[in-house]
């Protein structure tokens, strides 16, 4: 199992990004998978996750702004981050969370990409 996230780069504040997380190894849209970021000096949080339904989940702060999608044909998840601030500065994570249903918590996903640095300049 690989995940590989790319798209990642410097924007100015209310410009738009979209990160994709290559898969290898399974197939998404046999699982859940998701986006956490980490903010310099912060835990990583919860960004969006999305199953075989279609997007699950989003965190408070990201809501109206960002839209996670997956590509089945060409096995990814993506993240179309609009409206950027400041304070969506960090590295961004894709993950595969383990069999079973939805969750928000980083301790339910066991497959992690290596992460791409997104910085919002103001």
């Known amino acids: 199992v690989q995940l590989q996230a790319s798209g990642g780069g410097l924007v100015q504040a209310g410009g738009s990004l979209r990160l994709s997380c290559a898969a290898s190894g399974f197939t998404v849209s046999s699982y859940v998978m998701g986006w956490f970021r980490r903010a310099p000096g912060k835990d990583r949080e919860f960004v969006a996750a999305?199953?075989?339904?279609?997007?699950?989940g989003y965190a408070d702060s990201v809501k109206g702004r960002f839209t996670i999608s997956r590509d089945n044909a060409k096995n990814s998840v993506s993240l179309q981050m609009n409206s950027l601030k400041p304070e969506d500065t960090a590295i961004y994570y894709c993950?595969?969370?383990?069999?079973?249903?939805?969750?928000?918590?980083?301790?339910?996903?066991?497959?992690w990409g290596q992460g791409t640095q997104v910085t919002v300049s103001s």
């Open positions: 999305i199953n075989w339904t279609g997007p699950t």
């Open positions: 993950a595969r969370k383990s069999r079973g249903s939805y969750s928000e918590s980083e301790y339910m996903y066991n497959y």
